[in-house]
T-cell receptor, first 112, second 114 residues
Framework: ELKVEQNPLFLSMQEGKNYTIYCNYS?????LYWYRQDPGKSLESLFV?????AVKQEGRLMASLDTKARLSTLHITAAVHDLSATYFC????????????FGAGTILRVKS | NAGVTQTPKFRVLKTGQSMTLLCAQD?????MYWYRQDPGMGLRLIHY???????AKGEVPDGYNVSRLKKQNFLLGLESAAPSQTSVYFC?????????????FGPGTRLTVL
């Protein structure tokens, strides 16, 4: 059974600080997605990582993928309040029937 | 371009009642998905469809049925609602998993079963 584990599940950080969210998964995959969800809202796609070593950056967020370690990271640089949201990683299990398996999500709160 | 829309946005049911959730997309994507979101558990796949007239089970299919009679619509049915089906339901559309395209999500339906 595929497991996707995110940590931490809750992160409270000060504005201006850096931090990393980790996404570990239990089987081989070379496709991983990051989504953002604001309270009461839908999921918004942030990054699509399609190969080992892939790195994508958008503003203060940078995502990377290490398929050998089965690990993706979402790094936050100089956090601002607007980044407060829940962040999900999802592993593409396309070899097993075209499914995305989601992590439990990381609730990020950036304090002024 | 509305993207992915869901109807209704909110619904309260009594145990044993039935209902259908409608998902519509205007992006011409082949694949459509129904997920449920529960606190602390991320999203779990209920059923999905790889094209008009086809459906397949996901991770948590029990108690739900689906139909994809038209490419742009994907219906999720609850024949006899149970309190355990209280959740937020999201529909998504996208291309073949593995093709590297992300999934595009609808706004969600908040369902409460009393």
């Amino acid at each position: 059974e595929l497991k996707v584990e995110q940590n931490p599940l809750f992160l409270s950080m000060q504005e201006g600080k850096n931090y990393t969210i980790y996404c570990n998964y239990s089987t081989t995959s070379d496709r991983l997605y990051w989504y953002r969800q604001d309270p009461g809202k839908s999921l918004e796609s942030l990054f699509v990582l399609l190969s080992n070593g892939a790195v994508k950056q958008e503003g203060r967020l940078m995502a990377s993928l290490d398929t050998k370690a089965r690990l993706s990271t979402l790094h936050i640089t100089a956090a601002v309040h607007d980044l407060s949201a829940t962040y999900f990683c999802a592993v593409d299990m396309w070899e097993y029937g075209n499914k995305l398996v989601f992590g439990a999500g990381t609730i990020l709160r950036v304090k002024s | 371009n509305a993207g992915v829309t869901q109807t209704p946005k909110f619904r309260v049911l009594k145990t044993g009642q039935s209902m259908t959730l409608l998902c519509a997309q205007d992006m011409n994507h082949e694949y459509m998905y129904w997920y449920r979101q529960d606190p602390g558990m991320g999203l779990r796949l209920i059923h999905y469809s790889v094209g008009e007239g086809t459906t397949a089970k996901g991770e948590v299919p029990d108690g739900y049925n689906v139909s994809r009679l038209k490419k742009q619509n994907f219906l999720l049915g609850l024949e006899s609602a149970a309190p355990s089906q209280t959740s937020v339901y999201f529909c998504a559309a996208g291309e073949l998993a593995g093709a590297g395209d992300t999934q595009y999500f609808g706004p969600g339906t908040r369902l409460t079963v009393l």
